[in-house]
Protein backbone atom coordinates (compact mmCIF):
# COMPACT_ATOMS: atom_id res chain seq x y z
CA UNK A 1 0.00 0.00 0.00
CA UNK A 2 1.55 3.49 -0.98
CA UNK A 3 1.58 6.64 0.72
CA UNK A 4 -0.80 8.57 -1.40
CA UNK A 5 -4.60 9.36 -0.56
CA UNK A 6 -5.95 5.86 -0.82
CA UNK A 7 -9.65 5.03 -2.26
CA UNK A 8 -11.38 1.95 -0.24
CA UNK A 9 -13.77 0.32 -2.13
CA UNK A 10 -15.98 -0.12 0.35
CA UNK A 11 -17.42 -3.94 -0.26
CA UNK A 12 -15.82 -3.36 -3.68
CA UNK A 13 -17.90 -1.11 -6.12
CA UNK A 14 -20.77 -2.09 -3.96
CA UNK A 15 -22.72 1.06 -5.55
CA UNK A 16 -22.48 -0.97 -8.74
CA UNK A 17 -22.90 -4.68 -8.14
CA UNK A 18 -23.54 -6.77 -5.01
CA UNK A 19 -21.42 -5.92 -1.88
CA UNK A 20 -19.16 -8.44 -1.49
CA UNK A 21 -19.30 -10.26 -4.37
CA UNK A 22 -16.65 -11.04 -6.91
CA UNK A 23 -18.12 -8.77 -8.96
CA UNK A 24 -18.28 -5.88 -7.03
CA UNK A 25 -14.41 -6.99 -6.43
CA UNK A 26 -13.31 -7.03 -10.04
CA UNK A 27 -15.76 -3.53 -11.25
CA UNK A 28 -13.45 -1.93 -7.95
CA UNK A 29 -10.29 -3.07 -9.35
CA UNK A 30 -11.35 -1.89 -12.80
CA UNK A 31 -12.32 1.33 -11.46
CA UNK A 32 -8.89 2.10 -9.87
CA UNK A 33 -9.70 1.56 -6.65
CA UNK A 34 -6.58 1.90 -4.22
CA UNK A 35 -7.62 -0.94 -1.77
CA UNK A 36 -10.56 -3.35 -1.32
CA UNK A 37 -12.30 -3.75 1.30
CA UNK A 38 -14.67 -7.16 2.04
CA UNK A 39 -16.14 -8.33 5.02
CA UNK A 40 -15.08 -11.48 6.33
CA UNK A 41 -16.66 -14.12 8.57
CA UNK A 42 -15.36 -17.94 9.56
CA UNK A 43 -18.00 -20.88 8.68
CA UNK A 44 -18.44 -23.88 10.28
CA UNK A 45 -15.78 -25.89 8.82
CA UNK A 46 -12.92 -23.16 9.47
CA UNK A 47 -12.91 -21.99 6.00
CA UNK A 48 -13.60 -17.94 5.46
CA UNK A 49 -16.19 -16.44 3.09
CA UNK A 50 -17.02 -12.59 2.08
CA UNK A 51 -20.10 -11.78 3.46
CA UNK A 52 -20.87 -8.63 5.99
CA UNK A 53 -24.39 -9.96 7.80
CA UNK A 54 -24.51 -12.60 10.14
CA UNK A 55 -27.57 -14.31 8.58
CA UNK A 56 -28.29 -14.67 4.49
CA UNK A 57 -31.55 -13.37 5.10
CA UNK A 58 -31.04 -9.96 3.33
CA UNK A 59 -30.11 -11.96 0.43
CA UNK A 60 -33.13 -13.81 0.16
CA UNK A 61 -31.11 -17.25 1.65
CA UNK A 62 -33.59 -17.37 5.20
CA UNK A 63 -32.20 -17.01 8.77
CA UNK A 64 -29.30 -19.63 7.89
CA UNK A 65 -26.09 -18.48 10.32
CA UNK A 66 -23.04 -17.98 7.90
CA UNK A 67 -20.96 -19.11 10.57
CA UNK A 68 -23.16 -22.38 11.22
CA UNK A 69 -23.02 -23.63 7.41
CA UNK A 70 -20.88 -25.44 5.04
CA UNK A 71 -19.09 -23.53 2.37
CA UNK A 72 -20.26 -25.60 0.06
CA UNK A 73 -24.04 -25.21 0.69
CA UNK A 74 -23.19 -21.14 0.94
CA UNK A 75 -21.79 -21.69 -2.52
CA UNK A 76 -25.46 -22.62 -3.78
CA UNK A 77 -27.06 -19.50 -2.64
CA UNK A 78 -27.62 -16.75 -4.82
CA UNK A 79 -25.99 -13.49 -3.65
CA UNK A 80 -26.50 -11.20 -6.42
CA UNK A 81 -30.59 -11.07 -7.21
CA UNK A 82 -31.69 -9.41 -4.40
CA UNK A 83 -29.37 -6.14 -6.11
CA UNK A 84 -30.50 -6.97 -9.85
CA UNK A 85 -31.96 -9.55 -12.08
CA UNK A 86 -28.55 -9.84 -13.90
CA UNK A 87 -26.33 -10.61 -11.12
CA UNK A 88 -28.56 -13.91 -10.37
CA UNK A 89 -25.04 -15.80 -11.19
CA UNK A 90 -23.25 -13.83 -8.32
CA UNK A 91 -21.84 -16.77 -5.45
CA UNK A 92 -20.49 -15.77 -2.40
CA UNK A 93 -16.59 -15.94 -2.94
CA UNK A 94 -14.15 -17.46 -0.24
CA UNK A 95 -11.10 -15.19 1.34
CA UNK A 96 -8.78 -17.42 -0.77
CA UNK A 97 -10.71 -16.68 -4.06
CA UNK A 98 -10.86 -13.00 -3.41
CA UNK A 99 -6.88 -12.62 -1.98
CA UNK A 100 -6.01 -14.31 -5.49
CA UNK A 101 -8.09 -12.09 -7.43
CA UNK A 102 -7.14 -8.92 -5.48
CA UNK A 103 -3.17 -9.21 -4.03
CA UNK A 104 -0.69 -7.69 -6.81
CA UNK A 105 -3.69 -5.53 -8.32
CA UNK A 106 -4.30 -3.43 -5.40
CA UNK A 107 -4.09 -3.74 -1.85
CA UNK A 108 -6.76 -5.80 0.73
CA UNK A 109 -8.46 -4.43 3.76
CA UNK A 110 -9.89 -7.49 5.50
CA UNK A 111 -12.84 -6.45 8.21
CA UNK A 112 -13.16 -9.44 10.51
CA UNK A 113 -16.50 -10.29 11.76
CA UNK A 114 -16.42 -13.63 13.79
CA UNK A 115 -15.97 -13.01 17.32
CA UNK A 116 -14.51 -16.33 18.66
CA UNK A 117 -11.22 -16.59 20.84
CA UNK A 118 -8.75 -14.28 19.03
CA UNK A 119 -6.35 -16.64 19.15
CA UNK A 120 -7.90 -18.93 16.77
CA UNK A 121 -9.31 -16.25 14.09
CA UNK A 122 -5.71 -15.08 14.26
CA UNK A 123 -4.48 -18.77 13.43
CA UNK A 124 -6.95 -19.07 10.56
CA UNK A 125 -6.52 -16.18 8.86
CA UNK A 126 -3.04 -16.30 8.85
CA UNK A 127 -3.23 -20.09 7.85
CA UNK A 128 -5.69 -19.05 5.11
CA UNK A 129 -3.50 -16.33 3.62
CA UNK A 130 -0.25 -18.48 3.95
CA UNK A 131 2.24 -17.67 0.76
CA UNK A 132 0.00 -14.32 0.06
CA UNK A 133 2.30 -10.98 0.18
CA UNK A 134 0.57 -9.44 3.63
CA UNK A 135 2.59 -5.98 3.26
CA UNK A 136 -0.60 -5.75 0.57
CA UNK A 137 -3.63 -6.61 3.41
CA UNK A 138 -4.71 -5.02 5.97
CA UNK A 139 -6.35 -7.06 8.73
CA UNK A 140 -8.74 -4.09 10.40
CA UNK A 141 -11.06 -5.44 13.37
CA UNK A 142 -13.24 -3.65 16.26
CA UNK A 143 -11.47 -5.92 18.73
CA UNK A 144 -8.02 -5.24 20.22
CA UNK A 145 -7.72 -8.45 21.56
CA UNK A 146 -7.62 -9.72 17.82
CA UNK A 147 -5.69 -7.20 16.44
CA UNK A 148 -3.11 -7.61 19.49
CA UNK A 149 -3.16 -11.51 18.39
CA UNK A 150 -2.29 -11.46 14.73
CA UNK A 151 0.50 -9.07 15.24
CA UNK A 152 1.52 -12.18 18.36
CA UNK A 153 1.65 -14.24 15.53
CA UNK A 154 2.78 -12.37 12.69
CA UNK A 155 4.93 -9.31 14.24
CA UNK A 156 4.90 -5.79 11.69
CA UNK A 157 1.41 -7.25 9.92
CA UNK A 158 -0.39 -4.43 8.84
CA UNK A 159 -3.63 -3.97 11.40
CA UNK A 160 -6.00 -1.45 11.15
CA UNK A 161 -8.20 -0.34 14.17
CA UNK A 162 -11.97 -0.11 13.42
CA UNK A 163 -14.05 2.07 15.90
CA UNK A 164 -17.24 4.39 15.51
CA UNK A 165 -17.18 6.27 18.70
CA UNK A 166 -15.12 8.10 21.47
CA UNK A 167 -12.03 8.68 18.78
CA UNK A 168 -9.63 9.94 20.89
CA UNK A 169 -9.78 7.63 23.74
CA UNK A 170 -10.03 4.63 21.34
CA UNK A 171 -6.62 5.54 19.68
CA UNK A 172 -5.04 4.81 23.05
CA UNK A 173 -6.44 1.30 23.70
CA UNK A 174 -4.21 -0.24 20.74
CA UNK A 175 -0.46 0.68 21.44
CA UNK A 176 0.52 2.21 17.96
CA UNK A 177 3.56 0.49 17.60
CA UNK A 178 1.33 -2.55 16.60
CA UNK A 179 -1.01 -0.39 14.25
CA UNK A 180 -0.55 0.57 10.92
CA UNK A 181 -3.74 2.58 10.36
CA UNK A 182 -7.10 3.73 12.09
CA UNK A 183 -10.53 3.62 10.89
CA UNK A 184 -12.92 6.31 12.42
CA UNK A 185 -16.48 6.50 10.95
CA UNK A 186 -17.05 9.92 9.15
CA UNK A 187 -18.94 11.28 11.82
CA UNK A 188 -15.86 11.40 14.52
CA UNK A 189 -13.18 12.60 11.60
CA UNK A 190 -11.45 15.56 12.98
CA UNK A 191 -8.29 17.12 12.09
CA UNK A 192 -7.58 16.64 15.95
CA UNK A 193 -7.69 12.72 15.66
CA UNK A 194 -5.79 12.86 12.19
CA UNK A 195 -3.12 14.51 13.51
CA UNK A 196 -2.76 12.94 16.87
CA UNK A 197 -2.44 8.97 14.55
CA UNK A 198 -0.11 11.26 12.22
CA UNK A 199 2.25 12.38 15.59
CA UNK A 200 1.99 8.52 16.51
CA UNK A 201 2.95 7.00 12.74
CA UNK A 202 -0.41 5.54 11.56
CA UNK A 203 -2.70 6.71 9.12
CA UNK A 204 -6.28 7.45 9.04
CA UNK A 205 -8.68 6.05 6.75
CA UNK A 206 -12.22 6.92 7.32
CA UNK A 207 -15.46 5.08 6.51
CA UNK A 208 -18.17 5.36 4.61
CA UNK A 209 -17.92 8.14 2.33
CA UNK A 210 -20.57 8.77 -0.30
CA UNK A 211 -20.62 12.74 -0.67
CA UNK A 212 -18.07 14.55 -2.38
CA UNK A 213 -18.29 17.65 0.19
CA UNK A 214 -17.71 15.17 2.93
CA UNK A 215 -14.93 14.02 1.00
CA UNK A 216 -13.38 17.29 0.31
CA UNK A 217 -13.42 17.55 4.28
CA UNK A 218 -11.90 14.82 5.07
CA UNK A 219 -8.81 15.51 2.56
CA UNK A 220 -8.67 19.57 3.87
CA UNK A 221 -9.04 17.52 7.50
CA UNK A 222 -5.88 15.38 7.27
CA UNK A 223 -7.32 11.85 6.51
CA UNK A 224 -5.24 9.57 4.32
CA UNK A 225 -7.96 7.47 2.32
CA UNK A 226 -11.43 6.89 2.64
CA UNK A 227 -13.90 3.63 2.80
CA UNK A 228 -16.59 4.65 -0.51
CA UNK A 229 -19.26 2.57 -2.21
CA UNK A 230 -18.16 4.60 -5.18
CA UNK A 231 -14.69 4.21 -6.19
CA UNK A 232 -14.61 5.75 -9.57
CA UNK A 233 -16.70 8.59 -8.46
CA UNK A 234 -14.72 9.68 -5.72
CA UNK A 235 -10.95 9.69 -7.87
CA UNK A 236 -13.13 12.20 -9.82
CA UNK A 237 -14.43 14.24 -6.76
CA UNK A 238 -10.43 14.03 -5.66
CA UNK A 239 -9.48 14.92 -8.97
CA UNK A 240 -12.16 18.11 -9.03
CA UNK A 241 -10.70 20.10 -5.93
CA UNK A 242 -7.06 19.31 -6.82
CA UNK A 243 -5.76 16.70 -4.30
CA UNK A 244 -2.34 16.15 -4.55
CA UNK A 245 -1.98 13.43 -3.02
CA UNK A 246 -3.62 10.96 -4.76
CA UNK A 247 -1.77 7.73 -5.60
CA UNK A 248 -2.49 7.73 -9.49
Same mark, same amino acid.
Given at each position: ?????? $? $???????????????????????????? @???? @???????? /????????????????????????????? $????? /???????????????????? @????????????????????????????????????????????????????????????????????????????????????????????????????????? /?????????????????????????????? /????????????
Amino acid at each position: MNRGFQ $I $IAHRGASSECPENSMCAIVRALELGADC @VEID @VRMTRTGE /WVVIHDETLERFGGGKLKVEEADPAALKK $IDIGS /WFGSQFKSERMPTLRETARR @VIGSAALVLDIKTRRAPEVLAASLLETLAGQDLSSVVFSSFSPALLKALEKRRPGIRLGYLFKNFPLLRTRLVPPRLLYSIHPRKEIFSSRLAAEAKARGLRTFV /WTVNQPDILERLVRGGADGVFTDHPGEARR /WLESIGNTRLCR
